[in-house]
């Protein structure tokens, strides 16, 4: 299983713990808001993605698995 990861720029605040989490993926940009080095990630990236994922304070990361 293959997922995308998506991170809404209008939702994010820079808050920096998913780039703390998954520091070779998430980066922040010069605007102070994370982005996604890789946007597929697989199966053995899942579980610390989901895991940025689920502690973003504002929602703003979403994973969504591809068919
Ligand atoms: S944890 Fe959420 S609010 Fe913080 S930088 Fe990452 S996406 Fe943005």
């Known amino acids: 299983m293959r997922y995308t ?5 209008d939702r994010c605040r820079g ?6 989490i998954v ?4 980066v922040m940009s010069a ?3 994370a ?3 890789r946007n ?5 990236e899942y579980a610390k993605h989901r ?10 990361i979403a994973l969504q698995a591809q068919e």
Not at 15 to 20: D, L, P
């Open 15 to 20: 808050e920096s713990i998913c780039t703390a």
């Open 23 to 26: 520091p070779d993926n998430f």
């Open 40 to 44: 597929t990630i697989g199966e053995e």
């Open 35 to 37: 982005e996604v080095n």
């Open 51 to 60: 895991e940025a994922s689920r502690l973003c304070p504002y929602y703003a």
């Open 5 to 9: 990861i998506r991170i809404d720029q």
């Open 31 to 33: 605007s102070g808001k």
